[in-house]
T-cell receptor, first 111, second 110 residues
Framework: QKEVEQNSGPLSVPEGAIASLNCTYS??????FFWYRQYSGKSPELIMF????GDKEDGRFTAQLNKASQYVSLLIRDSQPSDSATYLC???????????FGAGTQVVVTP | ETGVTQSPTHLIKTRGQQVTLRCSSQ?????VSWYQQALGQGPQFIFQ???????GRGNFPPRFSGLQFPNYSSELNVNALELDDSALYLC?????????FGPGTRLTVL
């Protein structure tokens, strides 16, 4: 059974601090990795994706991928109350569009 | 806004009934995937349609079926509804591995 694991949280982060989210996956054949943000009662929205080992930065967000360790992370710098949401890690397999999601990590940014 | 639309927004059905959910994909996207998201869980892949053909299926029983039309819009049909089918049903359209979700349909089975 292919699995994607995330800490459920909640992860409490002071406003302005860095939030660090982790995700591990079991399928070594996974090729693409995505982070989605989901506000309560809403659908997931794509934050960023990463395909290659290393870091990828987009604004306040940085995704990190280590395929050898089967680990992907998301850093949120200068966290804002509007970042309070559930963050979903998604892993693409051998065919695009068929994602396996983790259960999500709830982030709470406190003023 | 992703350009992916779903209808209806909310739906209440009783156990044993059948339901049809609809999705219009983002312009230019020929692939539609359906997911089920139970409360507190991540989305679970149901199946995917590519150019009107089923292109992969997750661990869901045959009473979950679908269609994709020539304009790439799609339907999800669920027969013999069970209480555990209560969830948010998400449609996602994709191109080149980026996948964008619609707003979802909240299904409640009583």
């Amino acid at each position: 059974q292919k699995e994607v694991e995330q800490n459920s949280g909640p992860l409490s982060v002071p406003e302005g601090a860095i939030a660090s989210l982790n995700c591990t996956y079991s399928d070594r054949g996974s090729q693409s990795f995505f982070w989605y943000r989901q506000y309560s009662g809403k659908s997931p929205e794509l934050i960023m994706f990463i395909y290659s080992n290393g870091d990828k930065e987009d604004g306040r967000f940085t995704a990190q991928l280590n395929k050898a360790s089967q680990y992907v992370s998301l850093l949120i710098r200068d966290s804002q109350p509007s970042d309070s949401a559930t963050y979903l890690c998604a892993v693409g397999g051998d065919s695009w569009g068929k994602f396996q999601f983790g259960a999500g990590t709830q982030v709470v940014v406190t003023p | 806004e992703t350009g992916v639309t779903q209808s209806p927004t909310h739906l209440i059905k009783t156990r044993g009934q059948q339901v049809t959910l609809r999705c219009s994909s983002q312009s230019g996207h020929n692939t539609v995937s359906w997911y089920q998201q139970a409360l507190g869980q991540g989305p679970q892949f149901i199946f995917q349609y590519y150019r009107e053909e089923e292109n992969g299926r997750g661990n869901f029983p045959p009473r979950f079926s679908g269609l994709q039309f020539p304009n790439y819009s799609s339907e999800l049909n669920v027969n013999a509804l069970e209480l555990d089918d209560s969830a948010l049903y998400l449609c996602a359209s994709s191109q080149d591995d980026e996948q964008f979700f619609g707003p979802g349909t909240r299904l409640t089975v009583l």
